[in-house]
């Protein structure tokens, strides 16, 4: 079988299989975003699970800019020692465990940012206005100095054993920000053109390069598209993976989309558009690649890597259901997996609160792996709606953004 294939990245470094577990924000750190035991417990029971990378959830490198309440913060060595831990149960079974690392940008909730920061001050569009504040532009200054965090968590990742990095280069975060022409209208060395526009990613990557060695496996996530007229083009992300893979990006993860539904013909454009870009990617240059979103069988797995879509599969939601779903695919014990719609049984409050609750029930599987619990599946909306609301008070009501 195609997936259980190793794959030899260009430094040499041999990833068991082709399963790549996607990053997922376990939003578990303490109110001092430090990493704790049940981080540990978690990677444990994926890395047992059987995939060949691990990615963590987004790990942010400022803590007056996080994505949610609950992310982990590198921003010194203060945490080391439980990050080593971490690091060592996450590696076990000969598994990749590669640290995803992010800032948010202008897509920090009011609640965590009063005055956001972004390429530039374009407030985020409307239908999210009541959720994040307008954004103030970066100096360059400030931007020099995000690119120091940046490379800082990553060598802190390497020191505490993480096996490799992921920049996030995606779903609307402040990378995206800088490569998108409708978000960033810079003037400077940092806006207008394609290649100013990607500088941001550049020196994050070549700093991370420099600091990490030629061998440590540095990955990006990237949009196959911003799916806005204004927006990042797909013709600018090739560009972006092309540039990216002549400086010795080891991966490019893209994001979007939706790989099983096309084949049963009933993709929507973006979901079609989705397997075209992949496919056009791979015929255009030599990089690892990556495809995350909507695997769930085994067969739609092999067919994919088959006709050369993709070469790893990611998978993100099936993996907070069923963490050894790798082990048992493996196995030959188990084919796929169904992820379910959550309902609350009234249409227009589904779609008010999808997203949100959506992404609360898998973060709360999440929290039951990681405290050995089984864990619960069901489509009743009502139960992660109540805890949502629990946790958060009204801000579970204000729109969030989807990963
Ligand atoms: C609870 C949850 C948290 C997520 N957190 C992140 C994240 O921190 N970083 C990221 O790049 N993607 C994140 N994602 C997106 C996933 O990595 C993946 O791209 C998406 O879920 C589609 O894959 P799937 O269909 O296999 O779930 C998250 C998804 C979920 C459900």
Not at 54 to 79: K, S
Not at 84 to 98: D, I
Not at 234 to 262: F, H, T, W
């Amino acid at each position: 079988m195609r997936v259980a294939e190793p794959l030899k990245l260009k430094n040499s470094v041999e990833l068991k299989n082709r399963f790549f577990k996607s990053a997922m924000s376990e939003t578990m750190a303490n109110k001092r975003n430090q990493p704790n035991e049940k981080h540990i417990q978690l990677y444990r029971a994926w890395a047992t699970g059987g995939a060949g990378v691990v990615v963590t959830g987004n790990v942010m490198v400022d803590r007056n800019a996080l994505g949610e309440p609950g992310n982990v913060v590198i921003e010194d060595e203060q945490d080391i020692d439980i990050l080593r831990e971490w690091a060592r149960y996450g590696t076990q079974n000969n598994t990749q465990l590669w640290m995803q690392i992010n800032h948010p940008g202008k897509q920090s909730p009011k609640s965590m940012s009063k005055e956001p920061v972004a390429p530039s001050a374009v407030p985020m569009a409307n239908k999210y206005k009541g959720a994040f504040s307008p954004p103030r532009e970066l100096t360059e200054g400030e931007i020099k100095n995000l690119v120091i965090r940046f490379v800082n968590t990553a060598r802190i990742a390497k020191k505490a054993g993480f096996t490799g990095v992921q920049i996030h280069g995606a779903h609307g975060y402040l990378i995206n920000q800088f490569l998108s022409p409708h978000d960033n209208r810079r003037k400077d060395a940092y806006g207008g053109s394609l290649e100013n526009r990607m500088k941001f990613l550049i020196e994050i990557y070549e700093g991370m390069r420099e600091i990490l060695g030629h061998s440590y496996p540095i990955a990006l996530k990237l949009n196959s598209s911003d799916f806005n007229t204004m927006g990042f083009t797909e013709d600018e992300s090739l560009q972006v993976v092309e540039k990216m893979a002549s400086i010795g990006l080891n991966l490019i993860e893209i994001s979007g989309g939706n790989y099983e539904k096309p084949k049963m013909s009933t993709g929507t454009d973006s979901e079609i558009f989705f397997i075209d870009y992949a496919q056009k990617l791979k015929e255009r240059m030599d990089i690892p690649v990556v495809v995350t979103g909507g695997f769930r069988s085994f067969e739609s797995m092999e067919i994919a890597l088959e006709q050369n879509h993709t070469d790893m599969i990611g998978i993100a939601r099936p993996l907070a259901l069923e963490p050894h779903l790798p082990n048992q695919i493996l196995a030959g014990s188990n084919v796929g997996i169904t992820t379910q719609h959550l309902t609350t049984g009234f249409h227009a409050l589904d779609v008010k609160i999808g997203p949100a609750v959506g992404n609360f029930y898998y973060a709360m599987q999440l929290k039951r792996i990681a405290q050995g619990k089984s864990v619960r599946r069901h489509n009743n909306a009502w139960w992660p709606l109540l805890h949502l609301v629990g946790t958060h008070g009204s801000e579970a009501f204000k729109p969030r953004r989807k990963k």
